[in-house]
């Protein structure tokens, strides 16, 4: 007989790699008929396109369930703000910020920022980008707006953020020339990054994604100190010197309070353009290894591959350049995944079932 029950153990059988066990707490209505079952589900994570992917497998996975009858699924998503580190106030107007960090440069973090940004947008959330990266700014190529400028609201004495592929973008590179060098010490950089960050009129935000600068050094510090970051991404590479410096940036995250929502395992193998051989040329399992060792979800493991590249080169990175091809999936995978363990760190409260 159909009844709750019977639809919670469903649910929990449903191997869901985006949601796991979770997807039972996500139904907030639940009734059925001889002619058909209503099921509604409130998901936390922003979910244009996961929707579709869930109906279809909801679909099939609950025909056993239905007994003939006809399944109407109704989903619908939000995104909560959640809690940031210490006595910090949330921004106005920005639910959640997320940092991408990794403990050293040429892990792909800027590839890999970008790209979730992208992922979190077409998912049909409101998204915006900081490129912290003083000294090496290149979300603005990346994004292919490289020869813009922000208009300034004199009034108001705030710069608006560039929107590219439908991102908010805020960067130093929008504002100085690309071959002039920044040549600034650390100070400088905290305050121009606090200027940026401040003197910049968002948009109302479910997600300002931050790119930092590589390391852990004072810049980071200062940063992790002074923003109200809602959870943080860690980058590496198997490679087992990235891993030394990924732990140094994951702990300094822990120490100044903020949430630390997974690891990111990029470059995890490299993926022959011409006969499409897999090859773990930095080495397998390292980022696996760091996430239980910390016992943090591994949110992704990302291919290295030519495509992903000349793409972001190309100012139309991999979402946008070829939103449907399975690079592109990896990444929206990703958002996915960080969304839903982001949602889970305010642990926010769901609607009880309604049963009819």
Same mark, same amino acid.
């Given at each position: ?12 059988? %449903? ?18 008929? *001889? ?6 589900? +409130? ?13 279809? @497998? ?7 369930? $239905? #007994? ?11 995104? #909560? ?13 920005? =639910? ?7 403990? =050293? ?24 980008? %900081? ?7 290149? &979300?603005? @190529? ?6 813009? @400028? ?7 004495? =705030? ?5 590219? *592929? ?13 071959? !002039? ?22 948009? #109302? ?5 931050? +790119? ?13 100190? @002074? ?15 990235? %891993? ?5 940036? $994951?702990?300094?995250?822990? =120490? ?20 499409? *051989? ?14 239980? #060792? ?10 290295? *591959?030519? +495509?992903?590249?000349? !793409? ?31 949602? &889970? ?12």
């Amino acid at each position: 007989m159909l009844d709750r029950n019977a639809l919670n153990s469903a649910l929990h059988e %449903l191997s869901e790699p985006v949601l796991g066990g979770m997807l039972a707490d996500c139904v907030s209505e639940f009734g059925f008929d *001889h002619r058909a079952v209503r099921l509604s589900l +409130d998901l936390p994570i922003p979910a244009q396109r996961f929707a579709a992917e869930l109906r279809l @497998r909801l679909s099939e996975h609950l025909r056993p369930q $239905l #007994e003939g009858r006809t399944l109407e699924l109704n989903i619908q998503w939000r995104v #909560e703000a959640q809690p940031v580190q210490g006595s910090l106030q949330r921004m106005p107007g920005i =639910k959640n910020i997320i940092a991408v960090a990794s403990g =050293k440069g040429g892990v792909g973090k800027s590839t890999v920022a970008v790209n979730l940004a992208l992922a979190l947008a077409a998912e049909g959330a409101a998204v915006g980008m %900081l490129d912290a990266d003083i000294y090496g700014p290149s &979300q603005p @190529r990346m994004l292919g707006v490289q020869d813009q @400028r922000p208009d300034v609201l004199e009034a108001e004495k =705030k710069m608006l953020p560039v929107m590219a *592929h439908g991102v908010a973008l805020m960067s130093i590179g929008l504002l100085v020339d690309a071959e !002039q060098p920044t040549i600034w010490r650390g100070p400088m950089v905290t305050q121009a990054l606090n200027q940026l960050l401040g003197e910049t009129r968002w948009p #109302e935000l479910d997600y300002l994604i931050i +790119d930092l600068p590589p390391g852990t050094g004072d810049t980071q510090l200062s940063l992790a100190q @002074r923003i109200p970051v809602s959870g943080a991404v860690i980058v590496t590479t198997p490679q087992d010197i990235a %891993l030394l410096d990924a732990r140094k940036g $994951l702990k300094m995250f822990e =120490k100044v309070g903020v949430t630390v929502l997974g690891v990111v395992e990029n470059m995890s193998t490299h993926i022959c353009s011409q006969c499409g *051989h897999v090859d773990p040329v930095f080495g397998s399992g390292g980022g696996q290894a760091m996430a239980e #060792e910390f016992h943090l979800p591994l949110l992704a493991q990302l291919p290295l *591959h030519a +495509d992903i590249r000349q !793409q972001a080169d190309s100012g139309a990175p991999t979402v946008v350049a070829d939103p449907q091809g399975p690079l592109a999936a990896a990444y929206l995978q990703l958002a996915r995944r960080a969304a839903f363990e982001l949602s &889970q760190a305010g642990a926010a409260e769901f609607p009880d079932i309604i049963v009819e």
